[in-house]
């Protein structure tokens, strides 16, 4: 898909509007993607190591008790040996009558045909007074002892009493035999008795077993790493112990009194009642967990202790969970790699797609977005793109189309305007003699052109033509038809005398053509200068003001015709009245009466007087009607096109000389046309 993109498209790493690395899509899924592998093989090792902490310690506990078991049955093995081959001495001697050389050759035999047997000792005692004692001790390596010539005191040992007095066999505990040598030594002794109930003991025979021969079965257990292995006496000596020796010949018992070993008081217990074992403790002196094998060595009274250590088991544990936890951690790694890799490959399309819209956003429109030609959701955003950039430069070509029509248009009203304001005559001031006439309009468009307009036509030294109008309209038609109405009026006022006629005239020509239906209202009259006669007719206008010089007001009962343009008019009722010296005639369209404030209130025609000033010329008073319609407005926009005219007659008081040359007109007064 890259190929089918231009290179100039296709987003680089810096590129204008792309996002920073540490918050792009492909950091945001590379970084989820580690946390994700980060947790599960945090699960992992914690499942793997919750497992395999009850498996191995499972594992250890049954390989401990089968240890045990194996060791002890060993034992037990050696130990049976010894105490057949004692119970077979006793059973051939006590129902035979031997001679002492046969008693003494079937206990060499019997010794040399026990495994590991060190000697054996034969007392028995006569069944007559005939009959002579027999003791003699047969050691393996032939160093033989007669107890009897020696005068050796066998029946002051108390081994002899226990054993004489004991319903069976027992061994012995561990004692130093220095006949053997100063070899650690156990015996099995065992009564000898007449065949049937009740008969008499007639002596003994035992079987010395070197210790080391028993320890030696265990032995290996003992080096073990982590293992500790002891071995106790019937009556609870500790025959084999890491910390005890044999030497001390010390009990179980005195052994955890003096170590302060409370943790093996349950091993204790087991151990006085003949009963297997096995239990986790802590070590009450190291703190090392461990994990205890009671073990009955069968029934000859010895029991084998065998004890594992968690910690070489954790130990081995906690190895594994590490080599587990790096294999996960590199697996984790190149996994956030590839993702990361992956991650790339997928979010550069979006990507290019940001930086599209980028470019989008600060305007720049003429590079196309990327992907368009993608099937997936990808290509769908990419053509969305691409169509709203593609409508967006087909929108800024008709706004910039629409700008250059509006700045041409603008133009064309500005040239409008211009020639609108040069159609509209400036103001006059006509002096005859001792009259004087001052003739001044306003007129302020709504819009860059207006449909409102004035003229003053002079037909004759003495008399001036004025009109005052508003079209129906505004804008540019209603400009053409204003300009159209003042050319038929000052023509007409060119051919007529009457105001009548002029307006009958003009409404004749007004009607011709007009297919838009346009109309103007019209208030036109005749002032003489000389005498102030003045005469008026109305199109549909309203009436003028009359100011008097004294301040009073008055509203020229001009009854209105119909207006210019709907149809052709012939009445047009005629007034006629004079304008004393010092008063002022006052026209105005209805953008004066009905201009609205804030509020929607118009300034109505009752409003006009009180902005009048007697005495104030005609540009004063138009000024100052046009400036209290603004202050009554305020910030509300204009809404029609407003227009004031005023005549002032004047008269000098000394009359005028016959030599005085003739009157002069000055054109003096403003007839500018304010923009909209």
């Known amino acids: 898909m890259r190929d089918t993109v231009p290179n100039d498209v296709v987003p680089e790493k810096e590129a204008a509007g792309a996002a920073h690395w540490r918050s792009s899509l492909r950091t945001r899924i590379a970084l989820w993607a580690g946390l994700v592998n980060v947790a599960l093989l945090l699960l992992l090792v914690l499942g793997t190591a919750w497992f395999a902490r009850r498996l191995i310690l499972d594992d250890a506990r049954r390989d401990t008790h089968a240890t045990t078991q194996e060791a002890a049955q060993r034992l037990d093995g050696a130990l049976h040996v010894v105490t057949i081959t004692t119970h077979g001495i006793s059973d ?61 005191p066998f029946r002051a040992q108390g081994w002899y009493q226990r054993t ?17 040598g100063g070899v650690w030594m156990v015996t099995y002794n065992m009564p000898l008795r007449d065949p049937g109930r009740g008969a008499l003991t007639r002596g003994m025979v035992s079987l010395d077993l070197p210790l080391a021969n028993l320890t030696g079965m265990v032995d290996s257990l003992a080096h073990l790493p982590g293992w500790r292995v002891s071995l106790v006496a019937p009556a609870g000596t500790l025959a084999l112990n890491p910390e005890v020796g044999v030497e001390r010949r010390e009990a179980l018992d005195d052994y955890i009194a003096r170590a302060g070993r409370h943790d093996l008081g349950e091993a204790a217990r087991a151990v006085r009642q003949r009963q297997p074992l096995q239990y986790a403790h802590t070590d009450a002196i190291s703190l090392e967990r461990r994990f205890t094998v009671v073990e009955p060595v069968g029934d000859s009274g010895w029991t084998l202790l065998v004890a594992q250590s968690y910690e070489l088991v954790m130990a081995r544990l906690t190895d594994a969970l590490w080599r587990l936890a790096a294999v996960g951690a590199l697996l984790a790694l190149a996994c956030m790699l590839v993702v990361r890799k992956l991650a790339r490959h997928v979010s550069q399309p979006v990507e290019g797609l940001s930086s599209a819209a980028a470019r989008l956003g600060r305007g720049e429109y003429d590079m196309p977005v990327p992907y368009v030609a993608r099937r997936d959701e990808v290509g769908q955003m990419a053509r969305t793109l691409e169509h709203a950039r593609g409508s967006i430069q087909r929108q800024l070509r008709e706004i ?102 002029v307006l009958a005239e003009a409404s004749r020509r007004l009607v011709q053509g007009n297919d838009a239906c346009m109309f103007a209202t019209v208030l036109c009259g005749r002032v003489d200068v000389r005498t102030g006669a003045c005469v008026l007719a109305s199109a549909g206008h309203d009436a003028p003001l009359l100011l008097h010089a004294d301040g009073r007001v008055e509203t020229l009962p001009v009854q209105p015709g119909p207006p210019l343009g709907f149809e052709v008019g012939d009445v047009f009722p005629l007034w006629s009245g004079t304008v004393p010296s010092g008063a002022t005639l006052l026209a105005w369209t209805d953008g004066i009466t009905e201009a609205f404030d804030a509020e929607d209130r118009a300034f109505g025609a009752e409003r006009i007087p009180g902005a009048l000033q007697p005495g104030a010329t005609a540009r004063e008073q138009c000024e100052g009607l046009i400036a209290q319609v603004h202050a009554f407005t305020g910030a509300a926009s204009q809404s029609d096109d407003i227009t004031a005219l005023a005549l002032r007659r004047r008269l000098d008081n000394a009359a005028a000389s016959p030599e005085a040359p003739p009157p002069q007109e000055t054109a003096h007064a403003d007839a500018t046309v304010h923009p909209p």
Not at 108 to 114: N, W
Not at 166 to 180: C, D, I, M, R, V
Request: overall charge negative; some cysteine.
């Open 92 to 152: 051939l001697v006590g129902g035979a009558q031997l001679s002492p050389d046969e008693l003494t050759a079937t206990l060499r035999a019997m010794v040399k045909a026990t495994p590991g047997c060190a000697g054996g000792l034969l007392i028995l005692e006569p069944r007559t007074r005939s009959d002579l004692p027999f003791a003699r001790y047969v050691a393996a390596d032939g160093r033989d002892r007669d107890f009897i010539a020696d005068g050796y």
């Open 400 to 501: 910039a189309d629409m700008t250059a029509a509006r700045q041409k248009l603008e133009s064309e009203l500005s040239i409008a305007r211009e020639i609108q304001q040069a159609m509209l005559p400036p103001g006059l001031a006509i002096d005859r003699e001792h009259a004087h006439l001052e003739a001044y309009a306003r007129l302020e468009p709504a819009k860059a052109v207006g449909g409102d307009f004035y003229c003053f036509i002079q037909t004759d030294p003495d008399g001036l033509w004025f009109a005052i109008g508003d079209v129906s309209d505004k804008g540019v038609p209603a400009a053409l038809f204003m300009a159209r109405t003042v050319t038929v009026l000052e023509v007409a006022a060119s051919t007529h005398d009457s105001p009548e006629r």
């Open 164 to 180: 004489v007095a004991s319903p069976g066999g027992w061994w012995s505990e561990p004692y130093l035999n220095q006949t053997a």
